[in-house]
């Protein structure tokens, strides 16, 4: 059975202090939400060393929100996958939206990413999904099929145990609009199907395959009812533990 998972992507949100009382708020929480949901909260680098004070002992898991193409050494301002896992983080997205729109993140850089959180025992959530333009253009399977299919062509099945993967079309982020549960749903399933073809039938069913874009407490049932969605990565709505915890009591 794959796991259901209820992630908050802090983004570039918060100072340290105000991200600590963010946690503690989720983890005092997050006995209210299901005990088969998964909890992870995604924070900013800076924040992940006093955030894995506030949920040690709890059962929410922390998150950095990228790391280094490269092991160690002369990258100012970099931060490496050890260091992520130093600071007793579990898991890193990779290839959020941003981070391919803003910072020049490839496929190419994702590999290396993705081979070095591992090798570090993080799991990963890779994400994927297509711009606007994309999906108008009738696109959207193609694109996100090859991010899917350029990274993890890389990977084995027993690394997929610990990989996660986040479906967000670039258009619902942050917008207020929402794919419809039909187009999620569409998308997920052809992601399966994509798994299935790259690795095997049991790969596909085992992978945990996310929601993100405008998720919220009035739409997060309607998502996660449908059978291919398994959760889901939130932006806006987890900076309120409400909100966050009310996603994660959707199912
Ligand atoms: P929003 O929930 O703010 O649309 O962000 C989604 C997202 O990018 C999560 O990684």
Redesign the pocket.
């Known amino acids: 059975m794959r796991k259901k998972i209820v992630?908050?992507?802090w983004?570039m949100n918060t100072t340290v202090p105000e991200g600590v009382e963010l946690a503690k708020a989720v983890v005092a929480k997050s006995a209210d939400v299901p005990a088969d949901v998964k909890l992870i909260i995604?924070t900013p680098a800076t924040h992940l060393v006093p955030v894995a004070e506030v949920v040690k002992g709890s059962a929410v898991g922390l998150s950095a929100e990228n790391c280094a193409d490269k092991e160690k050494g002369a990258y100012t301002g970099e931060i490496s996958a050890a260091m992520v896992a130093s600071t007793g983080a579990e898991y890193t997205?990779l290839g959020?939206?941003?981070r391919r729109q803003y910072y020049g993140e490839t496929d190419a850089k994702l590999v290396e990413k993705t081979k070095l959180a591992l090798a570090n025992n993080l799991g990963v959530i890779l994400?994927v999904g297509e711009t606007l333009e994309e999906r108008e253009a009738g696109k959207h399977f193609d694109v996100v099929k090859a991010q899917t299919v350029n990274v993890l062509a890389n990977f084995t099945a027993q690394d997929m145990k610990n990989i996660i993967i986040?479906y967000?079309p670039v258009w619902?982020?942050?917008?207020?609009k929402?794919a419809t549960a039909e187009q999620a749903e569409e998308i997920h399933a052809y992601i399966r199907n994509v798994l299935a073809e790259q690795f095997d039938a049991q790969v596909a069913e085992d992978t945990t395959i996310l929601y993100?874009?405008?998720?919220?407490p009035s739409n997060a049932k309607e998502l996660f009812a449908k059978p291919d969605i398994d959760g889901?990565?939130?932006?806006?709505?987890?900076l309120k533990a409400d909100d966050f915890i009310a996603i994660a009591q959707s199912y």
Do not use: M, Q, R
């Not at 889901?232 to 987890?238: K, P, Q, R, W």
């Open positions: 992630a908050g992507n983004k995604a997205i959020h939206s941003e994400c986040a967000e619902a982020i942050g917008t207020g929402t993100g874009g405008s998720c919220k889901g990565l939130i932006g806006g709505a987890a």
